[in-house]
């Protein structure tokens, strides 16, 4: 099996238990958007691959500890240590980290990678993904009493449990100005539509009969 067939089975065997919408298949929507990108944007394809398909697996969204799952595997595969040290550099760059903290990768390969991880982040897809993970994490789906407010720092936008509409307005509206392959730029426009026009409809439906009260 080659390289890239193993560290399939790898993330694959990791992401079993997962219900917050981090599984396996968003693992390879992102593997497959990453390597889209990289074609059109001409990217180390190896790099890219790699780097897709471990972006998660240390992630602090899924473990409850400091984990070095890409760094193991990565030595356990025998390659090379400046491809490496290269694949773990896309990865630490790739994550959201709250609005205070937005990171932008340092090589192209890390831009696409975050790129394909925001636009799994972003339309029907990622409306779905966001109600997923709110469930996972005992989220309410709205209360119309709490307001979005933008996070300043990681560790408060990490700690705040709001409902899961106002993640829409604190993070997921704002990535669509956040892309930074021309190619994500214009997949991202759709899907933005998509959630805009999602949100109009929930708050349309929430509020039917209200003007009555
Ligand atoms: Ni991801």
């Known amino acids: 099996m080659d390289l890239i067939s193993r560290t399939v089975e790898f993330v694959k065997s990791l992401s079993a238990d997962d219900f917050s919408g981090h599984d396996w298949w968003h693992v390879s929507r992102v593997y497959r958007l990453s390597k889209f990108i990289a074609e059109k944007e001409n990217a180390n394809m190896f790099l ?5 398909l471990l972006h998660d697996v240390d992630d602090w969204k899924l473990n409850k500890h400091e984990s070095f799952r890409a ?22 760059e790739v994550s959201f980290r709250g609005s205070g903290e937005v990171i932008i990768p340092s090589t192209i390969e890390g831009k696409i990678v975050q790129d394909a991880d925001r636009l799994d ?11 997923a993970y709110g469930g996972a994490n005992k989220r309410e789906i709205y209360n ?6 933008i996070h300043k720092t990681f560790d408060e936008y990490k700690s705040k449990q709001s409902h899961t509409i106002n993640h829409f307005y604190e993070k997921l509206l704002l990535l669509k100005d956040l892309m930074n392959t021309e190619t994500a730029k214009k ?4 899907r933005h539509q998509i959630m805009v026009s999602f949100l109009d409809d929930f708050n349309a439906e929430w509020n039917v009969g ?3 009260i």
């Open 144 to 149: 119309p009493e709490q307001a979005p407010e």
């Open 121 to 131: 982040a972003l339309g029907a897809i990622g409306i779905a993904r966001t109600f």
């Open 71 to 92: 760094k193991e595997w990565l030595i356990q595969c025998d390659l090379d240590k400046k491809i490496q040290n290269e694949i773990l550099k896309i990865i630490s």
């Open 48 to 52: 890219v691959s790699m780097a897709a």
């Open 187 to 190: 997949l991202a426009i759709k």
């Open 210 to 212: 209200s003007e009555n």
